[in-house]
């Protein structure tokens, strides 16, 4: 891959650093070992350390360590505390309650055994520990033949019948609803879904800033010692919401040719799948002021160019897209498959771009998953639409 070498400073990013004409910039992800790991992040461009089972690729975590136009490194967390309206703008800040952290944790997850069965609290439930609720969308990358998605409770299963199995060796997962992993597909988990990813899934997953986890049952694992991982059964079962079923996402194709599809969008971030074959004639704009932008290239190469600034992308890196450029340019230099994230405007960004794109209603609510954040946007965007029409 064409990485920057970049001389590591461990301190806080100067000023200059955020002036120079690093815009855009990349971001090299902390790579997380776990247990139920394996090598499928390589698939997509990672270089993984030898004979190291890795879980996650963390993309955007505060630590990650972010490369600036004059090879000077620092982390993204030191960057948006250094500059937050600058970095992750406005919009950025309005979901993170205003904490100078980056609002979108982008990570790569590769399950080659079930992870726990768990539960994520909300906003709300969150906020009496002082930190963000849980919302989450994985888009499948990868996936055996015969792999599921645990996701939600089956209709005829109470919070009291799945306390009764909590703890006992993976048995909560014959409560669960039980979906098949299908590579190219999204689903969007609101915060109080009790989910698990399945063994032989590989996910790109866009969540809230938060590590907020409870787990209910982690099919009865113990460590080297013969210690079972902690388990947080009562804060699990107090948060849980037994009615959120998520379901499979249709994509919202915004350009000729599905160049451009939406694949899922809530309050706290929009999820798009980009497309392009190789030359000029494959350039897109991608405008979201206020908030950061975040691209990963999963296969193909291209450009990223912004305030005059450019920045080449292989499979397997990723560019932020501060707040502050406003918008960028991506070229093609082969045909290329990126994945890109941001805060957005659900009037102007999504729900007026799906419109224009001839998108019905009911697809472009069913963006949100189980969530409502789109209801009143669309209600309101078609009276509007109503008026203008009779004026």
């Not at 620092?74 to 960057?79: E, K, S």
């Not at 994520?120 to 963000?132: C, E, F, N, R, Y």
């Not at 996701?151 to 019948?161: E, F, M, P, Q, W």
Request: hydrophobic share 45%; charged share 20%.
């Amino acid at each position: 891959m064409n990485r920057m070498v970049c001389d590591f400073t461990s301190g806080a990013a100067s000023s200059s650093w955020l002036t120079d004409g690093a815009w855009p910039f990349r971001v090299e992800p902390r790579l997380d070992p776990k247990p139920w790991g394996s090598r499928g992040l390589e698939q997509f461009g990672f270089p993984l350390p030898s004979g190291i089972p890795i879980g996650e690729a963390l993309i955007t975590a505060g630590d990650a360590r972010a490369c600036g136009g004059t090879g000077v490194e620092t982390h993204l967390g030191a960057l948006v505390a250094a500059d937050p309206v600058g970095i992750v703008g406005r919009r950025g800040l309005s979901v993170t309650a205003n904490r100078p952290v980056f609002p979108l944790l982008v990570k790569l997850i590769d399950a080659a055994e079930n992870l726990s069965i768990q539960v994520h609290p909300d906003d709300i439930a969150a906020s009496t520990v002082g930190k963000l609720g849980k919302t989450e969308a994985w888009h499948i990358l990868a996936a055996a033949p015969d792999a599921v998605l645990y996701l939600g409770l089956r209709t005829d299963v109470s919070i009291a019948d799945l306390a009764a199995r909590c703890d006992r060796g993976g048995e909560t997962a014959g409560l669960l609803r039980q979906i098949p992993a299908v590579p190219g597909t999204t689903l969007l988990i609101p915060a109080g879904t009790v989910h698990a990813l399945g063994a032989g899934v590989l996910v790109y997953e866009v969540q809230q800033p938060s590590d907020l986890t409870y787990r209910l049952d982690d099919w009865g694992r113990v460590d080297a010692a013969g210690r079972p991982r902690e388990l947080h059964i009562d804060l699990g079962l107090s948060v849980i919401d037994a009615e959120s079923r998520p379901e499979m996402i249709s994509p919202v194709a915004l350009g000729p040719g599905s160049t451009r599809r939406l694949l899922a969008a809530c309050r706290y971030f929009a999820l798009e799948q980009l497309t392009l074959g190789a030359g000029e004639e494959e350039t897109l704009e991608l405008a979201a002021p206020e908030s950061a932008q975040v691209l990963t290239c999963l296969t193909g190469e291209v450009v990223v160019t912004a305030n005059d600034a450019a920045v080449s992308l292989a499979a397997g890196e990723t560019v932020v897209i501060p707040a502050v450029s406003h918008s960028a340019r991506v070229c093609s230099i082969v045909p290329a498959l990126l994945l890109r994230t941001w805060v957005p405007d659900l009037d102007t960004e999504i729900v007026r771009a799906a419109r224009m794109a001839r998108a019905t209603e009911v697809a472009i609510v069913a963006l949100a998953g189980g969530l409502p954040d789109l209801d009143g946007v669309v209600a309101a965007n078609r009276f509007s639409s109503a008026g203008a029409t009779r004026f």
